[in-house]
């Protein structure tokens, strides 16, 4: 995807680290091995850039990338990306032909068999297929009931030269919640559906079920292949475990800066509804990012931090700006002086978590990165190489994020734990979140 020109790229940006990328790629490659990993990088890397994280996950060791779509797909072809790309998700209107021509491996349960192999007949070009069994989702795998027939009907396929049948996989529903049962349930599923597909016949090259949560608490749902996406980004898929506590680094880093900063009395109302009053004389900062942005309008309270110091938007999140109160650190009386000081909604090491993000708006932190609008320019740095990479919408000046410490913690198994940090404030609420 191109980021459209915006007059000036550094009044907010997302900083995507590659090193990060390749960082979290390693470390998870080391925890499946001899598995491979493929990086999931569809909706564009969860925000992150899908062309620049497929290359650094592959210059990392990704030996696959996967995606949703195969319009996706063709967007990493189309950027010169040559390793095996798996899609997915299929309507009727999918350009299966574009995906045969393209080498773009397809996964099918259903329906979609027969279309991918119209396709393939009119090309005259064996389609690259990965069959996939519902093992308990609920969502577009093949029913076990049907899954004997759907393998023999891809046989026959397979017999005239129509495709090649490459996977078979299925996707995990709560691999996050390590001490659930249903994971072992749609294990064992799997490995039957796996059996029955060979007992038939099926030559596979790879079967592949986990996603970041099992990979991290599930070893033996690692088999040939796990589908990363989350852990790549550096974040963790567990609540109440840190991505520092599993070895990863977060790779965004969304900033802007301080747009305006004024006095106020006791009793000011601030933004739409005026929902937040402040309690004595203070001093308010304007932060240019809203809803257009990408941050969920419901997340007041959300962390921002700047100059070393956290604090939380008070009032609603509107579609350009949201606000923070100074007086709320305990530090009123900080005046003007913070107008163009960097503010800092999230990133790594020392900095606010998408995960606070994700609190304050009820949600979870894949949603949080994955919605961060066009509108947000995209920067590439190195921390690795402390030089910046690329810029997404033209020249840019930035600074390295200091490379963190790598310390390697073990893979683990994810404790079972409550959502951190409670619940979802009521948009326009009084209440502060602690820092
Ligand atoms: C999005 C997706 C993944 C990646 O999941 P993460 O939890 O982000 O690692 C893996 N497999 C499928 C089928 C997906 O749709």
Redesign the pocket.
């Known amino acids: 995807m191109n980021y459209p020109e915006f007059p000036s790229p550094a009044e907010r940006a997302a900083v995507i680290d590659l090193a990060a990328i390749r960082h979290n790629v390693r470390h998870l490659s080391h925890i499946v091995s001899p598995a491979r990993v493929m990086a ?1 990088v ?1 909706a564009d890397a969860y925000g992150h850039g899908a062309v620049q994280t497929a290359r650094a996950a592959l210059e990392a060791g990704a030996a696959w990338l ?1 995606v ?1 779509h195969i319009s996706e797909a063709l967007e990493l072809r189309a950027a010169g990306i040559t390793a095996p790309v798996l899609a ?1 998700l299929h309507t009727h209107q999918t350009k299966f032909d574009e995906a045969i021509r393209e080498n773009i491996d397809v996964g099918v349960s259903g329906w979609d068999l027969d279309a991918v192999v119209a396709a393939a007949r009119e090309l005259e070009i064996p389609a690259r297929v990965h069959l996939k069994i519902d093992t308990g989702l609920g969502r577009n795998g093949c029913p076990e009931e049907l899954w004997e027939a759907f393998v023999g009907r891809a046989l026959a396929y397979q017999e005239e030269g129509l495709l090649r049948v490459v996977g078979i996989f299925s ?1 995990f529903a709560v691999a996050d919640e390590p001490h659930r049962p249903e994971t072992d349930q749609q294990l064992e599923k799997f490995r039957i559906a796996v059996a029955v597909a060979e007992d038939a016949g099926v030559d596979r090259e790879v079967r592949h079920i986990a ?3 099992g990979a991290l608490s599930r070893p033996d749902a690692h088999f040939d292949l796990v ?5 790549m980004y550096g974040l963790s ?1 567990f609540a109440g475990q840190t991505p520092a506590e599993l070895g990863l680094r977060p790779a965004m880093t969304l900033k802007t800066t301080i747009s305006a900063c004024k006095e106020v009395p006791a009793g000011q109302g601030v933004s739409y509804g005026l929902h937040y009053r402040t309690q004595e004389p203070t001093t308010l900062a304007l932060v240019p990012l809203g809803y257009a942005d990408g941050v969920p309008r419901v997340a007041t309270g959300g962390p921002v931090q700047v100059d070393g110091q956290v604090y939380p938007v008070v009032g609603r999140i509107a579609m350009d700006q949201m606000v923070i109160d100074l007086g709320r650190t305990g530090i009123a009386g900080t005046e003007d002086s913070l107008v163009g000081r960097e503010a800092v909604l999230f990133g790594g090491e020392g900095l606010p978590g998408v995960d606070e993000w994700a609190s304050a708006a009820g949600s979870i932190n ?1 949603e949080i990165i994955t919605r961060i609008s066009e509108r947000v320019s995209r920067t590439y740095i190195d921390s690795a190489a402390g030089t910046a990479e690329a810029s997404g919408t033209g020249p840019i000046a930035l600074e390295a994020v200091p490379e963190a410490p790598s310390g390697e913690v073990p893979s683990g198994v994810a404790p079972s734990g409550d959502v951190p940090g409670g619940t979802a404030e009521a948009n326009g609420a009084e209440a502060v979140r602690a820092q």
Do not use: S
């Not at 589908?227 to 852990?231: E, M, P, V």
């Open positions: 999931v569809k996967g949703a997915w996707h996603n970041t949560p589908r990363i996406g989350l852990g898929p894949y």
